[in-house]
């Protein structure tokens, strides 16, 4: 494996903290000018000493510096060996999809984000592949989904948006038992709260635009794989898709990653008080947040996510999609907005949302959204956490 798939290099095995690796793991400064934060290389082609060289760098598509410096960071967060920087969450869930063939099956985590849910049901079977839609917090029905020729576990945990907790050793056990690789989408949780390829999973799909790029100014994924050989496999897709992303896009990832801590730090301490605050409110009917003892896979989320339960948070109200709409109207702190992990606080209905394009609303009738019309996502930030609550007190107040 070499530094073009997003190898660590300095950090690695020295055993610090999440907080000092956020900054120092696998980065240093510039080696030839010694700057302290990492250049930025616009080059779209690289001059080569002879037509026949082994040089690291030749078309930017292949391997840029600073994606290469960005790829060597996530990496290390996610403990892989090998990293594949992307120009969106989709183009990284797209690459990790490519390693399927006509003929295959694949076992799908049934809360997940719609975009990979069109493709699982819509986009893959015209190319012979095959899904089903499993509540994988069920190991059983888990057990049950699969086939002779399942070859891939799509999971998400915590799911989106119903915050359900997945058991990630086990589903890997599963995966392993069936020759079939296991895909952790970990957009919600990021690798400070938890770190897939640590329980058995074979690789680490992120949304960078989210939590680890957390300023909402930019679009990013990554996959991040257990092995070498998967890694290998991943960088191919990466070429030969192109979906990558920009040298400045890069850099500004990486400025990003830097105040993961101390946003996540934050933006969980609002979490939980905003989730305890919901769970005590007589107008809401369900508050839904890991971090809570009485989520039913509290235990589980404790042991696995062992940084946190990070800033998602979901409620139920009364009065369906109409009380939910008017609910999400009615914030003034809170945007009105999809997307999520920035340092802004968002609301949005998904249900609600879901039954303005009955189309897409067909096409999912088995979705577990359908059975909580009333529901409600929030992002949550880094403001005060008391002006927070006042914004939902206030807004629940005017349904």
């Given at each position: 494996?070499?530094?073009?798939?997003g190898t660590?290099?300095?950090?690695?095995?020295?055993?610090?903290g999440?907080?000092t690796?956020?900054?120092?793991?696998?980065?240093?400064?510039d080696?030839?000018?010694?700057?302290?934060?990492?250049?930025?290389?616009?080059?779209?082609?690289?001059a080569?000493?002879a037509i026949?060289?082994?040089?690291?760098?030749?078309y930017a598509r292949?391997?840029n510096?600073?994606?290469?410096?960005?790829?060597a960071?996530?990496?290390?967060l996610?403990?892989?060996?090998?990293a594949?920087?992307?120009?969106?969450?989709?183009a990284?869930v797209?690459?990790a999809?490519?390693l399927?063939?006509?003929?295959d099956?694949?076992?799908?985590?049934?809360d997940c984000y719609l975009?990979?849910?069109h493709?699982?049901?819509?986009?893959?079977?015209?190319?012979?592949?095959g899904?089903?839609?499993v509540d994988?917090?069920?190991?059983?029905a888990v057990?049950r989904?699969?086939?002779?020729?399942t070859?891939?576990i799509?999971i998400?945990?915590?799911t989106?948006?119903?915050l359900?907790?997945v058991d990630?050793?086990?589903v890997?056990?599963i995966?392993?038992?069936?020759d079939a690789?296991?895909?952790v989408?970990?957009?919600?949780?990021?690798p400070?709260?938890?770190n897939?390829?640590d329980?058995?999973?074979?690789l680490v799909?992120?949304s960078?635009?989210?939590?680890?790029?957390?300023?909402?100014?930019?679009?990013?994924g990554?996959v991040?794989?257990r092995?070498?050989e998967?890694?290998?496999r991943?960088?191919?897709?990466?070429y030969?898709l192109?979906?990558v992303p920009?040298?400045?896009?890069?850099?500004?990832?990486?400025?990003?990653?830097?105040?993961?801590g101390?946003r996540m730090r934050?933006?969980?301490?609002?979490a939980?008080?905003?989730?305890?605050?919901?769970?005590?409110?007589p107008?809401?009917?369900?508050?839904?947040?890991p971090?809570?003892?009485?989520?039913?896979?509290?235990?589980?989320?404790?042991?696995?996510?062992a940084?946190g339960y990070?800033?998602?948070?979901?409620?139920?109200v009364?009065?369906g999609v109409?009380?939910?709409?008017?609910v999400?109207?009615?914030?003034?702190?809170?945007a009105l907005?999809?997307?999520?992990?920035g340092?802004e606080?968002?609301?949005?209905?998904?249900t609600?949302?879901?039954?303005?394009?009955?189309?897409?609303?067909?096409q999912?009738?088995?979705?577990p959204?359908?059975?909580?019309?009333?529901?409600?996502?929030?992002?949550?930030g880094?403001?005060?956490?008391r002006?927070l609550?006042?914004?939902l007190?206030?807004?629940l107040?005017?349904?």
């Open positions: 494996m070499t530094e073009r798939h660590a290099r300095r950090g690695e095995g020295m055993g610090w999440i907080d690796l956020l900054i120092h793991g696998n980065q240093g400064p080696e030839a000018t010694g700057a302290v934060v990492p250049p930025i290389h616009p080059a779209s082609t690289f080569r000493r026949d060289d082994d040089a690291q760098y030749r292949g391997a510096p600073t994606r290469t410096a960005l790829e960071i996530l990496n290390g996610e403990h892989g060996a090998g594949s920087a992307f120009a969106s969450g989709m990284a797209t690459a999809l490519q399927l063939s006509s003929g099956h694949a076992v799908v985590g049934y975009s990979t849910y493709l699982f049901a819509n986009d893959l079977p015209r190319y012979g592949i899904a089903d839609f994988l917090t069920d190991l059983e057990r989904a699969i086939k002779p020729n070859r891939m799509w998400e945990t915590p989106n948006p119903l359900d907790v990630l050793r086990a890997a056990a995966g392993r038992q069936a690789l296991t895909v989408d970990n957009t919600f949780a990021s400070y709260c938890q897939p390829l329980w058995g999973c074979d799909v992120h960078t635009t989210k939590y680890l790029g957390g300023h909402s100014d930019l679009v990013g990554a991040i794989s092995t070498p998967l890694a290998a991943i960088a191919d897709r990466q030969y192109g979906a920009s040298p400045f896009d890069c850099w500004l990832l990486m400025r990003g990653i830097r105040t993961l101390v934050q933006i969980m301490a609002n939980r008080a905003i989730a305890e605050w919901l769970r005590d409110d107008r809401v009917t369900r508050a839904i947040y971090g809570l003892p009485e989520h039913p896979a509290h235990e589980l989320a404790r042991r696995q996510m940084g990070s800033g998602m948070v979901s409620f139920t009364a009065g109409e009380g939910a709409r008017k999400s109207a009615g914030t003034e702190l809170f907005a999809t997307s999520l992990g340092v606080s968002l609301i949005f209905p998904p609600a949302w879901l039954h303005t394009d009955p189309t897409l609303l067909a999912i009738p088995g979705s959204w359908a059975r909580h019309p009333g529901l409600i996502r929030l992002s949550v880094i403001e005060d956490g002006d609550i006042s914004d007190d206030t807004a107040g005017q349904r």
